[in-house]
């Protein structure tokens, strides 16, 4: 024997689908045009991302394991080397700089013993 | 006998008298440069002047290198200038009070205001121009802190390469601790700054000299890091890294 909420669990169901057929076609189309270029947003989102993260973990230590990923640890190491050597140039130019510093001030002691005269 | 004593006479008067006339041809030169004036009051205003424009001129030169120094921050170059100007003020004003003198007692007191309230070449010189050398270390042993990281990739890239990194690795952490201890003679240095004025002459002699072992120390220390740096590099760059 069926119950009284099968009934209206089954009926509109039943009359929505039958409703529904032939108001389906244009929306349908709608949402599936609207779908189609979601996805492909998406898609194309993922695509980007996914390189990303591949590049950025070639930049990490440990992340070659196959031909591919070997290649990228090549481009991270000769990248890694010229922020080294960009460091390098610029840290080599401050502390040779540092050397007219100091001896500005070494010149600066050697006159402060200098004593008071008087007319 | 008598001859002799005579001839011994004359060669002690003669020896004296040339000591005399040198002692009397270098007194007139001791003289223009101190001491001199007495009580001619336009020769002391002329004196302290001649003070005054030199330490003007120091000031200036120091602006000149503050401003030229592409080591510093704006902020930085901005402190000192701003206090070799309030000292360059202070003795134009100085000036303008001697040039106005009329009595020989209050020109005198300028004139020792001069070294009293300014102490040019005994403090403010030598705080400024150790604070340019403080300022430059600083900014130098930051820009080491904030590229350590980057050492450290360079070195575990190379090593991912299959490189030997055993004495790179040796070398920066050398560098890590030379730049540490280079950091804390920088600290005990920025705190002896604020003492080193004219009010705390000559106690600012002592400070000086420690303020100047600090800074030695933290050079030696950032100049040791830099060849490490300079090592970790040129190793990597031949090795193919």
Redesign the interface.
Known sequence: MKKAGDRLMTTPVQRVSMQMKPQRHPLFASVVTVAAIGAMILLGGCGNRSIQTTQNNANQPGSSQTSHQGSSTSQSSSSATQSLDNLNNSINGSVNAMGNDQSNANTSASQSQEGEQQP | MKRMIRLGLCGAAIAAATLFALFLSFRPAQAA?????GNNLQ??IA??NA?IQERVTALNTLIA?VQA???LTDSQRDAIQTDARTNINGLQTLKTKLDGETNIANA?TD??NI??QFRI???V??R???E??LD??T??HD??VS?EP??N??I??????GINVTQEQQQYNDLVAKVGDAGTQLTSAQGLIPSLIPANFPGT?QT?ATL?GD?KQA?TD??AA?KD??D??QE??AAG?
């Open positions: 440069s101190e001491g001199t004036c020769c002391v004196f302290g003070r290198r120094n592409q080591y005198r004139v020792h070294y009293a070449f005994a403090v010189l030598p400024d121009y150790h340019v050398w430059h270390m900014n130098l820009q080491f590229g980057t050492i990739q360079a575990q890239a190379a090593a991912n390469k002699n000086l100047r800074l050079h950032l100049a830099a740096l300079n970790i590099t990597l760059k890294a």
